[in-house]
């Protein structure tokens, strides 16, 4: 019986760059369960598990904007070094929560200069393609979704 939307579904799965890096794994962990049809996963994410039968697998590279969208240059943004505490340690790598408008966003340091430090508020996966090799491993309880 396949995958459908309402199902609530358990998988394991890779996911690599285009390189072959590995980003991230269920391996050594308990599959990774979620509702298909609720966004709780990246859009392609769940289009690949849809339609998969308990035991079997696919590997499927997904473009960006299936996954955490492009890489938005309005999301990268100079903030001037006197908005820091003077004591708090400015690395570039460093994560940063900021309070925004629409809640908290977390930044990356990517770079430090004379007069401000640059933000990167892009997902860190944002403009990447992303290959999954998905096995679904169970289908549990269905929740009826209009």
Not at 77 to 90: L, R
Not at 112 to 127: F, T
Request: hydrophobic share 40%; aromatic share 4%.
């Amino acid at each position: 019986m396949p995958a459908i939307k309402g199902d609530l579904v358990r998988v394991h799965y890779k996911g690599t760059l285009t390189d072959g890096t590995v980003f991230d794994s269920s391996e050594g962990r308990e599959p990774l369960e979620f509702t298909l049809g609720q966004g709780q996963v990246i859009p392609g994410f769940e289009n690949a598990v849809t339609g998969l039968e308990v035991g079997s697998s696919i590997t499927k590279t997904i473009p960006a904007d299936e996954a955490y969208g492009p890489m938005r240059e309005e999301m990268v943004i100079k903030i001037p070094k006197d908005q820091f505490p003077e004591d708090m340690p400015i690395e570039v790598g460093q994560e940063l929560q900021l309070q925004g408008p629409g809640g908290v966003l977390v930044a990356q340091i990517v770079g430090i200069e004379e007069d401000g430090v640059i933000l990167d508020a892009n997902h860190p996966l944002a403009g990447e393609d992303l290959t999954f090799t998905i096995t679904l491993d169970s289908i549990g309880s269905k929740l009826i979704i209009p």
